[in-house]
């Protein structure tokens, strides 16, 4: 099993900055894709970024230039830094750790939220 924590979350103005951290523990497997997704009251979970194991990314297009994902291999953290945040940046954001092609090895975090106030 692996476990998923995130941290940073809270109350931010709209312009403002945040970085979110998840640290994954248990038994987890180095070739990983580890990433971000989010959801916003009464909206479906959406992908915020992944990063793979080698340092490869993917956003959404909505969000590039404005969220940045990385992630620290030594210490099993993968991070979000968000600036410019808008009021629709608000929601619950959850981290996510998975087997690039295995089904079932799929791990989530219970989320962080983020609250941007305009």
């Known amino acids: 099993q692996v476990q998923l924590v995130e941290s940073g979350g809270g109350l931010v103005q709209a312009g403002g900055s945040l970085r979110l951290s998840c640290s994954a523990s248990g038994s987890i497997f180095s070739n990983n894709v580890m990433g971000w997704y989010r959801q916003a009251p009464g909206k479906q979970r959406e992908l915020v970024a992944v990063?793979?194991?080698?340092?490869?990314?993917y956003y959404a297009d909505s969000l590039k230039g404005r969220f940045t994902i990385s992630r620290d291999n030594a210490k099993n953290t993968v991070y979000l830094q968000m600036v410019s945040l808008k009021s629709e940046d608000t929601a619950v954001y959850f981290c996510?750790?998975?087997?690039?092609?295995?089904?079932?090895?799929?791990?989530w975090g219970k989320g962080t939220l983020v609250t941007v106030s305009s």
């Open positions: 990063i793979l194991s080698g340092g490869s990314t």
């Open positions: 996510n750790l998975r087997h690039p092609t295995v089904v079932g090895m799929d791990y």
